[in-house]
Nanobody, 124 residues
């Protein structure tokens, strides 16, 4: 079982930047596809970005493309999300997730392990 712990959330003004981190407990971290999801108050959880097992493939939600960058460091068992040009609509709880599936997937039910989430607030 993989334990995931996010950090790096906080309050940032519109136009600012934050970097989220997700530390994984398992040495086989490189065997998992990783993704970030977010859930805003009163809304369903939505896909944000993913990176494949060795980092060769990344995908982004249309709403964050060009502003967010997902990456991973398998030597450190860590996933990152660099968020630039933040907007009020980016306000949400951001969670990282791990999947054992070989293919690249963007739906939350296909992810096997989840972190507890970290809050990002961008005031309007």
């Amino acid at each position: 079982q993989v334990q995931l712990v996010e950090s790096g959330g906080g309050l940032v003004q519109a136009g600012g930047s934050l970097r989220l981190s997700c530390a994984a407990s398992q040495r086989t971290y490189g065997s998992y596809g990783m993704a970030w999801f977010r859930q805003a108050p009163g809304k369903e959880r939505e896909f944000v970005a993913l990176v494949s097992k060795i980092g060769a493939t990344t995908m982004y939600a249309t709403s964050v493309k060009g502003r967010f960058t997902v990456s991973r460091d398998n030597a450190k068992n860590t996933l990152y999300l660099q968020m630039n040009s933040l907007k009020p609509e980016d306000t949400a709880v951001y969670s990282c997730a791990a999947t054992r599936r070989y293919s690249v997937v963007t739906t939350d039910y296909e992810y096997d392990y989840w972190g507890q989430g970290t809050q990002v607030i961008v005031p309007s």
